[in-house]
Nanobody, 121 residues
């Protein structure tokens, strides 16, 4: 019913930039928040950044000042501008969204399939 599709990952040198996108589609009535998570090899998935429907943002400390999350509500699309990338940013980046399919119904979280970001030193 809901699909989240990430794009924009790739291979970049340390100090470089990438812009990730996450597009939500399906029978969506409302999206309360959209979140980026990442999972590095051998590590648990971790929170990166979140943006709510009123534009409130939260970031994990390790990316503050380097990454910027934004959202286009009309397109149900979220972005993550990643600057000054470091090798430790290497991970699969996942999109997550809190979605309501029908007005007044329950809210459910959906995940995308992820996009690989690799930062070489």
């Amino acid at each position: 019913q809901v699909q989240l599709v990430e794009s924009g990952g790739g291979l970049v040198q340390a100090g470089g930039s990438l812009r990730l996108s996450c597009a939500a589609s399906g029978n969506i009535f409302s999206i309360a928040d959209m979140t980026w998570f990442r999972q590095a090899p051998g590590k648990q998935r971790e929170f990166v950044a979140r943006i709510t429907d009123d534009g409130t943002t939260n970031y994990v400390d390790s990316i503050k000042g380097r990454f910027t999350i934004s959202r286009d509500g009309a397109k149900n699309t979220m972005y993550l501008q990643m600057n000054t990338l470091k090798p430790e940013d290497t991970a699969v980046y996942y999109c997550n969204a809190l979605v309501q399919l029908i007005s007044g119904s329950t809210w459910d979280r959906y995940w995308g399939q992820g996009t690989q970001v690799t930062v070489s030193s």
